[in-house]
């Protein structure tokens, strides 16, 4: 079975600063997807950025990036800019890309970012 | 972009009633939905997949018997809590899954507080 673990409960940051948010993930498979997603206070999981475990490149997505090393199977979210608004639940997941899984997600348990005016 | 709308978002009831939820895919058909439940400050635990058409599949420790599935058409998939108790009181989120390979789409949630 897979695991994710985010190590870090809670972090803060200054708005317009640069916030690294840390996951690793544990799996004898080989292709396979893995996602951050944001709940800010509505509860609303919204999908921040993803990464296909065959691409070599880091995926970006504005001011998110990851960086993705797979031997190490980690994989952190970069936010550049921290805005307001980035202030949310920050939620790491695993998907198998395996037929079998049926693309259930297993998800971390999660880092709360705050940002600070 | 594919839309998954979730009713009700809040629902109180009391200890021995049923509650049902919706999760509808609105511009999409969805094969496969999840159901998820989250308490306070947590993570998204899943509770079981749901296949249109056929019988869903619970994770293990999740009462089948207690959260009643049924998926019976590609847009509409629908998770019955009954005879709920107060210990049921979470919130409740559904997610489907969009046609190959891409990410799941969430409903808002449902919070549900049991009296």
């Known amino acids: 079975a897979q695991t994710v673990t985010q190590s870090q409960p809670e972090m803060s940051v200054q708005e317009a600063e640069t916030v690294t948010l840390s996951c690793t993930y544990d799996?004898?498979?080989?292709?396979?997807?893995l996602f951050w997603y944001k709940q800010p206070p509505s509860r609303q999981m919204i999908l921040v950025i993803r990464?296909?475990?065959?691409?070599?490149q880091n995926a970006t997505e504005n001011r998110f990036s990851v960086n993705f090393q797979k031997a190490a199977k980690s994989f952190s979210l970069k936010i550049s800019d921290s805005q307001l608004g980035d202030t949310a639940m920050y939620f790491c997941?695993?998907?198998?890309?395996?037929?079998?899984?049926?693309?259930?997600?297993?998800f971390g348990k999660g880092t709360l970012l705050t940002v600070n005016p | 972009g594919a839309v998954v709308s979730q009713h009700p978002s809040r629902v109180i009831c009391k200890s021995g009633t049923s509650v049902k939820i919706e999760c509808r895919s609105l511009?999409?058909?969805?094969?496969?939905m999840f159901w998820y439940r989250q308490f306070p400050k947590k993570s998204l635990m899943l509770m079981a997949t749901?296949?249109?058409?056929?019988?869903?599949?619970?994770e293990q420790g999740v009462e089948k018997d207690k959260f009643l599935i049924n998926h019976a058409s590609l847009t509409l998939s629908t998770l019955t809590v009954t005879s709920a108790h107060p210990e049921d009181s979470s919130f409740y989120i559904c997610?489907?899954?969009?046609?190959?390979?891409?990410?799941?789409?969430f409903g808002n949630g449902t919070r549900l507080t049991v009296t």
């Open positions: 990464q296909e475990a065959y691409k070599q």
């Open positions: 511009d999409f058909q969805a094969t496969t």
């Open positions: 997941a695993f998907r198998s890309n395996s037929g079998g899984s049926n693309y259930k997600l297993t």
């Open positions: 799996t004898s498979e080989n292709n396979y997807y």
């Open positions: 997610s489907a899954r969009y046609p190959y390979n891409s990410p799941l789409h």
């Open positions: 749901s296949n249109e058409g056929s019988k869903a599949t619970y």
